[in-house]
């Protein structure tokens, strides 16, 4: 990994993304999108993540993080994608309705037979190019950029339509899917 993009500071905010080996559209389906969510509350609750802001798209999610200091960020983030890449192919394989199930686990498959530090599928792709996020401004910008993801992809007209994602939360929206840290 590149000395630009580390967790140098365990006490910042940091944009991370995190995505899909080949922009897979794994998270399409509701299923996959919850096991983020559930692991994303799990890592509040045990490790003390802290999640500023969000969106779930198709093939990756970006998160606004930062920690109470309980375990490091680049920990907490290794754990949950090592968690959500095994549950996720857990879920995959065990949904027979699935119609892309052969399809995407042949890809994850051959993937990680690619990456020496795979034992047999590799879910995301090895970087999360953590920003440190050290002043307002950027702060809001990755927040914007953030929430505006789904609608620069046409899938909504305005931010806060789309479920996925805190715009809600920062907005002040009543239907939420999943609490924030606002800042």
Not at 40 to 59: D, F, P, T
Not at 107 to 120: A, I, L, P, Y
Not at 133 to 150: A, G, M, V
Request: positive net charge.
């Amino acid at each position: 990994m590149s000395r630009n993009y580390k967790f140098s500071d365990q006490t910042a905010c940091y944009f991370v993304t995190m995505t899909v080996v080949h922009w897979i559209d794994v998270f399409s389906r509701k299923d996959y999108r919850d096991i983020i969510f559930e692991s994303l509350e799990y890592c509040k609750k045990e490790k003390g993540l802290i999640v500023h802001a969000y969106v779930i798209m198709s093939n990756h999610v970006h998160l606004i993080i930062s920690s109470k200091g309980k375990v490091k960020l680049e920990s907490i983030v290794r754990d949950l994608k090592k968690f959500t890449s095994k549950s996720i192919i857990k879920s995959i394989q065990e949904n027979i309705s699935e119609s892309r199930r052969d399809w995407m686990l042949w890809m994850f498959e051959r993937t990680g037979e690619r990456n020496k530090n795979n034992s047999k599928y590799q879910f995301w792709q090895q970087h999360n190019h953590p920003i440190i996020l050290n002043n307002d401004l950027i702060l809001n910008q990755k927040i914007e950029y953030i929430h505006q993801n789904p609608v620069r992809n046409g899938l909504i007209v305005e931010a806060t339509d789309y479920l996925y994602s805190s715009a809600k939360n920062y907005e002040e929206k009543s239907y939420k899917i999943f609490e924030v840290d606002l800042i």
